[in-house]
């Protein structure tokens, strides 16, 4: 079978646990843009405090919500790209840009309008990931099922996960289609339409999302994230090169890309995300949702 390598450099964005008097000095961070009730968050350093409006978070942070609560997330200070964990929800902020949720149980509905370019969108449960480059989507994870509903035009792409951690069968879901996970090491069930009460669900959380209040955000908007990101790739693979000339070839023929990353081993992304890997580019099965997006599938 042919090899592909696979530069897995998109995944680190500072998953270190930073007190919040050094977190000015994180490159990444997310807001609390709305809140419902009292939620809570679990910092990286374990304290456990309210959630409220304006609120920064960084990786490593947990959001836990009770029945009747939930907490919207903003992730650039345009408010162009926000989540909204739903009640009864623990979720883990792994990382910001490239965004990595952890919903160890719950529900997260993610409105994506301009992510950072070479950036995508994942929630990760304990037996599925769905990532994005850029969508209208919603993740509910149940009694070890997950569910996933792709409410925009963008390809949603639903991997299942093996219990050794490695990405297992996978689907791609168009607008208005639907699928599931019923444990792990299954695999996706065949995309369909969903119920036009979900749909409706659908649009009633992106218009909540719509309407929020703005405020004077304290994160940086898209323009200055994007610079922050692709200085941060350059960072990265100088200390892979050390060579500015290799950088500036790598990133310009879009090695760099986060649209090469998708279709990967996801302990590899988590045990070894500081140096490159190779993995099998797994085609045999004939299935579309074994290849990784490229940009015409936004």
């Not at 168009?174 to 299954?186: A, E, R, V």
């Amino acid at each position: 079978m042919p090899k592909t390598p696979i530069f897995i450099l998109l995944f680190l964005c500072l998953m270190v646990a930073l007190s919040p008097r050094s977190r000015a000095d994180e490159a990444f961070l997310c807001e609390v843009a709305g809140v419902q009730g009292d939620a809570r968050a679990v910092l990286a350093d374990g304290r456990s405090v309210p959630v409220e409006s304006g609120m920064l978070l960084a990786a490593n942070d947990a959001v836990h919500t009770e029945a009747d609560q939930f907490v919207d997330l903003a992730y650039d200070g345009d408010w162009k790209n926000l989540t909204r964990i739903g009640p009864s929800t623990e979720v883990q902020i792994r990382s910001i840009h490239p965004t990595d949720l952890f919903l160890r149980e719950g529900e997260i509905y993610a409105l994506l309008e301009e992510l950072p370019t070479d950036s995508t969108f994942e929630i990760t449960t304990p037996t599925a990931i769905a990532a994005v480059r850029g969508s209208r989507f919603r993740t509910t994870h149940h009694g070890g099922r997950t569910d996933v509903f792709n409410f925009d035009s963008s390809i949603v792409f639903f991997f299942g996960l093996n219990p050794d951690g490695t990405l297992g069968s996978s689907a791609r879901l168009q607008q208005w289609q639907s699928s599931w996970i019923s444990s792990l090491g299954s695999a996706p069930s065949s995309p369909g339409p969903m119920d036009a009460s979900v749909r409706q669900q659908g649009l009633n959380l992106y218009q909540a999302l719509q309407n929020l209040m703005r405020y004077g955000s304290r994160l940086p908007g898209i323009t200055q994230i994007q610079q922050r990101y692709r200085q941060y790739l350059r960072e990265r693979l100088r200390r892979r090169h050390g060579s500015a000339s290799d950088v500036d070839f790598e990133l310009s023929t879009g090695l760099g890309s986060i649209d090469r990353q998708i279709n990967r081993m996801k302990k590899v992304i988590r045990d070894n995300a500081d140096r490159g890997q190779d993995i099998t580019d797994d085609t045999s099965s004939g299935n579309p949702g074994n290849n990784p997006p490229t940009n015409n599938d936004r």
